[in-house]
């Protein structure tokens, strides 16, 4: 693999011998190397003349299409590649017609054609006893499958890719796949039972990849779907889920999906009603991430944390506490009509119960300006009135109000 040093050789050979009968093979020799330096356009110059020089040589020009069929491949120019591959394949006599119809089905399949690309590759593996190309074969045949959202036939076709290939080098990526058609049959399915089943694989499959290929590149994403399956699983799999969040959190800094991550370790831990750990985590993927589409979700969600462990502090008569945290939801959300009003009332009630009266008839005040009718509002600041002392005037406000309560109440 000394390219630079080959491709001094092979140019000596045709400055010196240039009507040696080898000269085509010393030509495509040349190509081959620059291919394998990534200089395409060189490389295809020569192809090019090699075609043009020696139409007549066979091996020549069956040599020259299936490296033309790889430089268009490495360009991702699989329409240009089938097309080559399509005219070696359909030389029937041809001693590599086998080879030039496997790559034609790679070419399919990299075109996204998955149906004439399934039909390519099961031709192939009907006729071909190469085990190397057989293993991609049959692997290509159920991610055909896959790709066409037959995701019944994918599974059967992985599971049966396992069974004969029990150690290839494909093992890793087959579990993968039957990992994600599982899921998809899951989705699909009306049966809780089936649902569950399906998932329970799911999860059997990703769990195979992390205890028998530790090192495999597919571990981020295996982690981070896994946590999302335990989650799908149900509650008694929580801290499953949650233990694999933290983990990719930890292991991937800096992976794409890490504010995702935090957003489900964050709802996680507040549904298992650790606040604490939840603020936590909402306030890393608000600080970190602001620009993230889960920001607005996190930010909301994190108010109704602090309304949460307001309205808990707030029956403990821990006031001082409620306050503070009803006072952070209010700074995270006050403009939702639907639950600003619920924490100006705990942060009201909080602060009477401070004998913070000035701020508790503020709060119920703010509340009755943008609803006159809300009675808890009301039997509030009647109470807050109430506890100012006799005053004639604070009592008539109070009785005023709760007569407005009573009338409500009716």
Known sequence: KNYPKALVVYRQFKTQYPKHEMMAQAMLGEAWTLFQQNDLKSAKDIVQKVRAQFANDAIASLDSQFLLGQML??????????????????????PRASDALFLQAETLFGLGRFQEALDHFQKFADANKDPQLLETADFRIAACYYGLHDFAQARDNFRTFLQRHPTGKLVPDALFHLGRSYFEISQKATDLKVVQANLADAVKNYELIRAKSPNSELLTEVTFQLGYLYAYLGTHDAPKSLALFQEFVERWPENHLVPEALYQIAHNEFAQSKFAAAISAYKQLIDKYPENDLTPFAVHEIAAVYRTVGGAMLRQEQFAQARDAFQNSLALYPNDTRTTPLAQIGFGEACLGLNQLDDAENAFNQILTANPQNTTAQF??????????????????????LNKVMASAR
């Open 73 to 94: 491949i490495t360009e991702k120019n699989y329409a240009a590649a089938e097309k080559v591959y399509q005219q070696i394949a359909t030389q029937g006599d041809n």
């Open 380 to 401: 509030d600041l009647a109470k807050v009135y109430l506890a100012q002392g006799k005053n004639p005037s604070t009592n008539a406000k109070a009785v005023d109000l």
